[in-house]
């Protein structure tokens, strides 16, 4: 079965490579957290021999761009532009105003508009007047999206805000990659490796938006994540040589007892910030303990000097392409805290 017959609605648990005619997209668009996985999506694509000028990463910056530090590793948004570079693909962006932090702090308050790209080289606001609502508390530790909303608002929905504004999407086809495995958690076993997207409109009266959404990595183990990344010679993340076996929000809710002991030791005052919100609000992250309880429980991972100054700036200042100088990262293979 060949993809592009695909039928809205339809969807294809398992697919192989073989079975793919990449040849009918016109664009190729990865969500790129900047974490190996879907590092790995980019790097299949293009042994799968799609050109460079096809493909876009698009990254969603957690904490927006007005100034807001509280959540992510300073340096993803470089992490991110350095790997673009590097291979020739357009590096897009998104989020929403005023990020995690402003939506976590909403009191009798719509949601903030996203901001996507305007096609121009800046970014336009879209969204932004929903029901009034109050949030004051962090995203709870769940599977389910309705009360981890960090997830549900910051990235889905600002993704599909994108998708679904940008006329872009409504001429051609156009193939979304996610990088999500089934080795992660019971609930990404389920995924489907291939889907009409759920933004995706190809039979729509007025006007058509055909996307596709393929989990290429859907299957591989974490080494053959780590071989490919290894194989094209590209720095991972940071955050992985510092001992994260994820890459996600520096402050993550997912954060095992040993990461919060290591933000506490590499970032004390992103910490603490995250502290005293927990006790403002009178409800932690956890269910039970509050991030101190568990940064004391916890051991703070090899603290390694060069790797925290690297990771905790908002540059990348060493080249993303280290060739023959490639090593397997202090974090591969180990703790695996993140979203479900
Ligand atoms: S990485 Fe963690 S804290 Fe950040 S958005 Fe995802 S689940 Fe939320």
Redesign the pocket.
């Known amino acids: 079965m060949l993809w592009p017959e695909l039928q809205a609605n339809e969807e294809i648990d398992e697919i192989h490579d073989e079975n793919v005619d990449l040849s009918v997209y016109d664009r190729f668009l990865v969500f790129f ?1 900047g974490g190996k996985d879907s590092l790995a999506c980019l790097l299949h694509l293009l042994e799968m021999g799609v050109q460079a000028e096809k493909i876009e990463l698009h990254h969603h910056l ?1 904490d927006g761009r007005e100034g807001s530090t509280l ?2 590793w300073p340096v993803t948004e470089a992490y991110c532009e350095a790997v673009a570079k590097h291979f020739g693909v357009k590096l897009t962006l998104s989020w929403r105003r005023g990020g ?1 932090e402003a939506e976590m702090n909403r009191k009798d308050a719509a949601t903030a508009p996203v901001c996507i790209p305007d096609g121009t080289g800046g970014f336009v606001a879209v969204g932004g007047n929903g029901p009034l609502g109050t949030r004051l508390k962090f ?1 709870q530790v769940s599977a389910n999206l309705s009360v ?1 909303w ?2 549900s608002s ?2 889905i929905d600002t993704g599909a805000r994108y998708l679904t504004n940008d006329e872009v999407f409504t001429r051609g086809k156009t193939l979304v990659l996610t990088g999500e495995r089934a080795q992660e958690s019971k609930a990404r076993s389920k995924y489907r490796q291939f889907e009409a997207h759920r933004c995706d409109l190809r039979t729509g009266r007025s006007y058509q938006r055909h996307i596709d959404h393929w989990r290429p990595i859907h299957q591989w183990d974490e080494a053959a994540v780590w071989e490919i990344i290894k194989r094209w010679g590209i720095l991972a993340h940071p955050a992985y040589h510092l001992g994260w076996g994820r890459t ?2 520096r ?5 095992s007892k040993n990461q919060w002991a290591t933000v506490r030791a590499i970032a004390p005052e992103a910490f603490q910030k995250i502290a005293v919100y927990e006790r403002e609000f009178g409800v932690t992250i956890h269910r039970s303990e509050s991030v101190v309880q568990r940064a004391d429980a916890g051991v703070p991972y090899a603290l390694d000097h060069r790797w925290i100054a690297i990771a905790n700036s908002k540059t990348l200042d060493i080249p993303v392409h280290v060739a023959d100088r490639w090593e397997m990262p202090l974090g591969a293979f180990g703790e695996s805290c ?2 479900t």
């Open positions: 957290s957690v959540m992510d995690f995203p981890r960090c997830s910051l990235k996600s929000c402050q993550c809710i997912f954060g993140g979203p």
